[in-house]
């Protein structure tokens, strides 16, 4: 028995089931400054910010930077994120944005 989603004509569906419900969570980010998710399990991760931000993933302690992957605002991407790492979000504009993000099935 196969896990991939199946359209109606039997065809496999390049798409992700939605997830269940509680698995979102956020990071507040502060302008000029790092903040980060506990620790993640392992997974697909659909990402979201309502400002722009700088992203990066790596152990507990980690932190992202200016130079980091840049994010638009408004714009999901998705990511793999290995087992214990934290999400981190850098927000070098106005401050005060939210970063979502939701491990997807």
Do not use: K, W
Not at 14 to 40: D, E, K
């Amino acid at each position: 028995m196969s896990s991939l989603v199946s359209d109606s004509n039997n065809s496999v569906a390049q798409c992700f089931r939605l997830p269940n419900s509680g698995s979102t969570g956020a990071i507040t980010t502060v302008a000029a400054n790092n903040a980060s998710s506990a620790a993640l399990a392992a997974g697909v991760y659909r990402v979201i910010s309502d400002v722009a931000v700088s992203l990066a993933a790596g152990p507990i302690g980690h932190a992202a930077t200016a130079s980091d992957l840049q994010m638009r605002a408004d714009t999901p991407e998705y990511f793999y994120i290995n087992s214990g790492d934290i999400l981190c979000a850098y927000d070098a504009g106005v401050g005060g944005g939210v970063v979502s993000y939701t491990r997807m099935p």
